[in-house]
């Protein structure tokens, strides 16, 4: 008997880790990757005996699959995936294909903004309970990887919008909705409305028995909402006081979350990640950590002390009355209004590196509300120039991390923020964005 052909594109961690999965299920397997593969993800394949090729594809072994798993930063509109489309050839995402071998519980998170937060905050709070949990999707390890090694009672996954297109059959048991604002773009045609549409793939499957959590203060959610079949049973979260349905609250300062009959209370005061978009994230994370029955106690704890993911708005230090906040993950202008909005103090916003592309546009509102000055740090700052120079009137170029904090430094004054959120790749000046965070962060102490 022939066996089933999977044709793998891309060897990083998604596609290797579907690679093992699939031999280990007894699929004749090929893994193929255009450009060259990291010694790592090379010998983990030599290890598993997978064939492999890199630096090309070879469509005369890619077209003859039964099935492609494609890896996320493949983009659908390429010659290749459409050939295969064409040929009536199934292309699916690592997440599609490990679902299929694992009956494990899903709490899926995705959503513009703060899913790596909510993600790795409920991944906390089921470690601390005891439950025997894995952590995937567009975090930590590959969930194909884990499924093929593994055997864990659940899963908490983050799912990006490419993560989603190639997701068929898959079913969360959970499905987590933090927001929707423009991203990726350029991956969906330039409409908002696809991008949409891909966030909402979430729902695929669920039935009455599931979850479906979501944040009720965000228009494009309820718009769409209203437009769908929603078949799980629905958990809002908002920041309305005369809320009064199963979900989350706020209410005179305090988070108020409503399951099954029973009700969780702590302060804002308690949370240990500070800010609206976080008060939005820990909402999310109790109510799935309550639909799964860990005790309140234990989730409250867990939302005081949870340390939050390195160069994500990660506190650093104050200094001279000024705080200096770590936000070099901010790769995009999406994240890096996510940051802004949730400043509270002046600012003063270190900015640049590679630019994607990137329209500021989207940001001058938030800028002229809430930057006194910038400093620019990247080979190329024109565009940053162009973008701000009527409406801050200091903008400086620094040629290194620790000219730019000298420089933010002279800008800012008591009660003061300075804010690295490059809204920029990091690849100009430094290897990736944790050195460059790690660089603010050295730079930072030296004062």
Avoid at 199 to 227: G, H, P, T, W
Avoid at 261 to 278: F, I
């Amino acid at each position: 008997m022939n066996r089933k052909r999977i044709i793998v594109l891309g060897a990083a961690e998604s596609g290797v880790g579907s690679a093992i999965l699939a031999q280990k299920e007894g699929y004749d397997v090929f893994v193929s990757d255009k450009g060259k593969i990291n010694e790592k993800y090379k010998n983990a394949l030599l290890q598993y005996e997978i064939s492999f090729e890199e630096e090309k594809h070879s469509t005369d072994l890619i077209f003859n699959a039964d099935e492609v798993i494609k890896s996320p930063g493949i983009p659908d509109h390429i010659p290749l995936i459409k050939s295969l489309a064409e040929k009536g050839i199934p292309v699916i995402s690592e997440i599609e294909f490990a679902g299929r071998y694992t009956n494990a519980f899903k709490i899926c998170i995705t959503g513009s903004n703060g899913k790596t937060t909510t993600t790795m905050w409920i991944y906390h709070v089921l470690k601390s309970a005891g439950l025997n949990a894995g952590l995937g999707g567009n975090v930590g390890q590959s969930f194909a990887w884990q499924v093929a090694e593994e055997n864990y009672d659940y899963y908490v996954l983050e799912l990006s919008s490419f993560q989603l297109d190639g997701m068929f059959d898959f079913k969360a048991e959970i499905a987590i909705l933090l927001n929707i604002t423009p991203d990726h773009l350029d991956r969906y045609d330039y409409k908002f409305e696809n991008y949409v549409d891909s966030k909402f793939r979430i729902l695929q499957n669920q039935d009455e028995e599931d979850a479906f959590i979501y944040c009720a203060d965000d228009d494009v959610i309820i718009e769409k909402l209203s437009n769908v079949k929603c078949n799980a049973k629905q958990f809002p979260f908002t920041l309305n006081s005369n809320f009064n349905k199963e979900g989350a609250h706020l209410k005179e300062n305090k988070i108020i979350v409503n399951i099954k009959s029973s009700t969780l209370t702590m302060t804002l005061e308690e949370l240990a990640l500070q800010g609206k978009h976080n008060v939005y994230n820990g909402m999310a994370a109790s109510i799935s950590s309550r639909l799964i029955d860990i005790r309140k106690d234990t989730i409250k704890q867990c939302l005081s002390d949870f340390q939050n993911v390195p160069h994500r708005l990660e506190f650093v230090a104050t200094i001279h009355g000024i705080d200096y906040i770590n936000d070099s993950k901010a790769t995009n202008v999406n994240s890096t209004w996510y940051a802004l909005e949730s400043m509270e103090s002046e600012v003063v916003w270190i900015v640049g590196g590679v630019d994607k592309g990137n329209d500021y546009t989207e940001l001058s509102s938030l800028v002229e509300e809430k930057v006194k000055g910038i400093v620019c740090l990247g080979l190329d700052n024109s565009k940053v120039h162009k973008a701000f120079n009527n409406i801050v009137p200091n903008i400086i170029d620094a040629a290194n991390m620790d000219e730019a904090i000298e420089f933010a430094g002279r800008l800012a004054q008591h009660g003061d923020s300075v804010l690295l959120s490059p809204a920029c790749a990091s690849f100009d000046l430094f290897e990736n964005y944790e050195e460059r965070g790690d660089k603010f962060k050295e730079s930072v102490y030296k004062l």
